[in-house]
C-alpha cells in the first residue's frame, strides 16, 4: 500500500493514507528518501489512526525495537 510520511524518528513514523489499518496490526515498511538509492526497512505496530477526512487517515506506527 502507498502511503505519505508526515513525520518519523527513530521511535517511529506518522504517516496519512487512503487505507483504514488495524490499531495492533504489525507491518513492515520501506522508507524512500530523496535520492538515497534504497529504501529503510523497519517493522512495527499500529499504534493509532485517524480519520481526518472522509476517506483519508493518519496513523501512528511504533518500530520494533
Do not use: T
Amino acid at each position: 500500500l502507498a502511503a505519505y510520511c508526515v513525520n518519523f524518528s527513530h521511535q517511529g513514523i506518522c504517516f496519512e493514507s487512503e487505507h483504514r489499518l488495524a490499531v495492533g496490526a504489525h507491518y513492515e515498511v520501506r522508507i524512500s528518501l530523496f535520492e538515497q538509492a534504497e529504501p529503510i526497512r523497519c517493522a512495527g505496530k499500529i499504534r493509532w489512526i485517524k480519520e481526518v477526512l472522509p476517506g483519508f487517515f493518519l496513523s501512528g506506527m511504533q518500530f520494533d525495537s
